[in-house]
């Protein structure tokens, strides 16, 4: 790789991008060791830099490459990370002394979704040589309802109790999980039926 190219990714949005990612480790160590007040510090110090990124990206025109796939892996990776975690298992993770937890099926659901996706990109990739794949407004939403049950979580158990809101969300990041899901594979068969050409009999009976 030239080096002006490594100076070139080198941008304060891309800089801020990194930040989030070696903040994981960190994030996933301060919930394993019950610290929810600095896990949740993390948490919304990753959300602050994701929507700075993207703003100084906007105005500043420092949109790379490789921003474009590290800044949705950042938070993808946090959000996983914060899922997995904060799961109520059968017997893992049940020595950490947690308030709440997230059901162990809404983990399941979302992290499937995410594997159908990637499974789908890669369709799209094999079958119509697509290597663009901009989210969808479901896709969107989705994220937005999955770091808010997340944060929820985190802070219900820096203070040490429940509220209804925690099952509110958890359902309603049930419903966006399958509708996106649902909405993303539609939308491959749909784009596929448009890329293939249509049978030699079948064109010819003007």
């Not at 949005?13 to 394993?32: C, D, E, G, H, K």
């Not at 994701?50 to 993808?76: E, S």
């Not at 109520?88 to 059901?103: H, L, N, S």
């Not at 159908?116 to 290597?131: K, S």
């Amino acid at each position: 790789m030239k080096f002006k190219t490594v100076l070139g990714n080198l941008t304060l949005a891309n800089q801020l991008t990194f930040l989030r990612l070696v903040a994981v480790p960190f994030f996933i160590l301060a919930i394993l060791e019950g610290r929810f007040t600095v896990a949740l510090a993390l948490f919304a110090a990753a959300a602050f830099t994701d929507l700075a990124d993207g703003l100084i990206a906007r105005w500043f025109r420092q949109g790379t490459p490789l921003g474009t796939f590290l800044d949705p892996a950042a938070d993808k990776l946090l959000l996983t990370a914060g899922f997995i975690v904060l799961t109520d298992y059968p017997a893992m993770f049940q020595d950490i002394e947690m308030t709440v937890r997230i059901p162990l099926w809404l983990t399941v659901l979302t992290i499937s979704r995410d594997v159908l996706i990637i499974a789908i990109a890669l369709i799209l990739y094999l079958a119509a040589g697509q290597t663009r794949f901009p989210p969808t407004v479901w896709g969107k939403v989705t994220a937005a309802s999955e770091s808010l049950t997340v944060g929820l979580f985190l802070l219900y158990n820096a203070v040490g109790r429940w509220a209804p809101v925690l099952e509110y969300m958890v359902w309603i990041t049930l419903m966006l999980t399958l509708v996106s899901g649902f909405h993303y594979l539609w939308r491959t068969v749909h784009g596929l039926r448009e890329e293939v050409p249509p049978v030699d009999g079948a064109a010819g009976d003007d």
